[in-house]
């Protein structure tokens, strides 16, 4: 979809942005519409959710008509924000993309690996332009995470140590309980929620080539895992650990400690976006950056932005692809199901 195409508004191009899904995560995506994307505007036009109250109060706060269908949701709009529980995404995203329309999906793609692929078949061929919310590729912590490993200036990596834990999202903020049934989420925190974190792992580290796994269930919702170890090698040699849980700290909504070892320094960074970062070094220095701060550390390093929002509107406006799309979460789904596979085996090696 190119410029032209799109809704003139006082000599400014705007996209018209749809939502389909209002809770959490939809509104989330919403507020960072709220800022600026660009040479153009979005805004947000069209909005279905099946609890009406939620959709009628996401009207309410974004400006937006409150939609009957999703089918009206792709009529109304020029771009289609996806934000449901996870077995709905298919159906939907195949919706959108026989419009001929531009697509942002909420991660996880799909329940599984076969229906993701199915998703990234069905964007590829309809050739519309299509971005997932792994969103922590957009996070200044984790861009200079990456930049410090993969510049080589501390040696080859060794080992990397990633925490990720939350309270189970059937509670507090998230405001819903489709993530405790597995009909609609497919899984639990490995697929959930540290999809983002299989995602950053390989894009850190490198090539993964073995995965092994294994889940726990302490909370006793039926495939829902809330315990998951995952020991992930990459091919430069390198090993990491991740571990997953959900509990029931409700003032741990969502954290990340992650640290590696290269063989010439020490990285660390404590929280999803902002830090603290840590390097140690051969010389002794220690340098600790946390807080906005972070974000001009990452500017000088690739010169992005941390808006996913904002970069996906600006490719619709451009009609050039997003990042990141389909296609590059379809591998963070490859090790996610190579890890569960791993874990039914009790733990066995699963080579990627």
């Given at each position: 979809m190119r410029a032209n195409q799109l809704m003139l508004h006082t000599g400014v191009v705007t996209v018209r942005i749809g939502f389909i899904g209002c809770g959490l995560i939809g509104r989330s995506h919403a507020t960072k519409l709220q800022e600026p994307v660009g040479e153009g505007l979005a805004k947000i036009v069209s909005a279905f959710d099946p609890d009406v109250d939620r959709a009628q109060a996401f009207g309410e706060q974004f400006a937006a008509t409150r939609a009957d269908s999703a089918e009206r949701v792709i009529d109304?709009?020029?771009?289609?924000?996806?934000?449901?529980?996870?077995?709905?995404?298919?159906?939907?995203?195949?919706?959108?993309?026989?419009?001929?329309?531009?697509?942002?999906?909420?991660?996880?793609?799909?329940?599984?690996?076969?229906?993701?692929?199915?998703?990234?078949?069905?964007?590829?061929?309809?050739?519309?332009?299509?971005?997932?919310?792994?969103?922590?590729?957009?996070?200044?912590?984790?861009?200079?995470?990456?930049?410090?490993?993969?510049?080589?200036?501390?040696?080859?990596?060794?080992?990397?140590?990633?925490?990720?834990?939350?309270?189970?999202?059937?509670?507090?903020?998230?405001?819903?309980?489709?993530?405790?049934?597995?009909?609609?989420?497919?899984?639990?925190?490995?697929?959930?929620?540290?999809?983002?974190?299989?995602?950053?792992?390989?894009?850190?580290?490198?090539?993964?080539?073995?995965?092994t796994c294994l889940t726990a269930n302490s909370h006793g919702i039926e495939g829902i895992e809330d315990q998951a170890t995952v020991t992930l090698q990459a091919a430069s040699g390198a090993i990491c650990t991740l571990s997953s849980t959900w509990h029931d700290v409700m003032t741990r909504p969502s954290q990340r400690l992650v640290e590696v070892l290269c063989r010439d320094g020490y990285l660390a960074l404590d929280g999803d976006w902002h830090g603290p970062l840590r390097r140690d070094v051969n010389d002794g220095q220690s340098t600790i950056e946390a807080g906005e701060?972070?974000?001009?550390?990452?500017?000088?390093?690739?010169?992005?932005?941390?808006?996913?929002?904002?970069?996906?509107?600006?490719?619709?406006?451009?009609?050039?692809?997003?990042?990141?799309?389909?296609?590059?979460?379809?591998?963070?789904?490859?090790?996610?199901?190579?890890?569960?596979?791993?874990?039914?085996r009790n733990g066995e090696p699963v080579d990627v």
């Open positions: 109304e709009s020029d771009a289609v924000y996806v934000a449901t529980w996870t077995a709905a995404h298919p159906e939907l995203v195949e919706m959108v993309a026989a419009a001929g329309k531009p697509v942002f999906c909420e991660k996880p793609l799909g329940v599984d690996l076969a229906t993701s692929q199915k998703m990234v078949d069905t964007v590829e061929a309809a050739g519309v332009i299509n971005q997932v919310g792994l969103v922590l590729r957009n996070s200044p912590s984790f861009r200079w995470l990456y930049h410090q490993v993969r510049s080589g200036e501390h040696g080859a990596p060794m080992s990397m140590v990633f925490r990720d834990d939350q309270y189970i999202p059937t509670q507090g903020a998230y405001g819903s309980t489709w993530r405790g049934d597995v009909g609609k989420a497919g899984a639990g925190t490995l697929l959930e929620h540290s999809i983002h974190d299989l995602d950053l792992i390989e894009w850190i580290l490198g090539p993964i080539e073995r995965v701060s972070t974000i001009g550390v990452a500017a000088e390093l690739d010169g992005l932005g941390t808006n996913p929002d904002a970069a996906f509107v600006n490719a619709v406006l451009e009609g050039r692809p997003a990042y990141p799309d389909f296609r590059i979460a379809l591998r963070a789904h490859e090790l996610c199901d190579a890890a569960y596979r791993s874990a039914d």
